[in-house]
């Protein structure tokens, strides 16, 4: 089994990042392992985007 690859998303409150959100979450071989925003303060990915809720369980963090 091959290893997963952790991935940091930036700019993550944004619609692009949400859309490659979506996609990684698909992907057999990716954990997403950190959320960074500079415009978005420290709260859940599932506050901000409701279709992560029980889905992805990460704060965003200050870029």
Known sequence: MKKK???TILGAGGYVAAELIELLLGHPQVEIHSL??????EQDIGDI???????????????
Do not use: C, G, I
Not at 36 to 41: I, N
Not at 49 to 63: A, E, G, S, T
């Open 5 to 7: 690859a952790k991935v």
């Open 36 to 41: 960074l925003s500079e415009t978005v303060e």
């Open 49 to 63: 985007f409701k279709r992560f809720r029980n889905r992805l369980f990460l704060n965003m963090n200050p870029q």
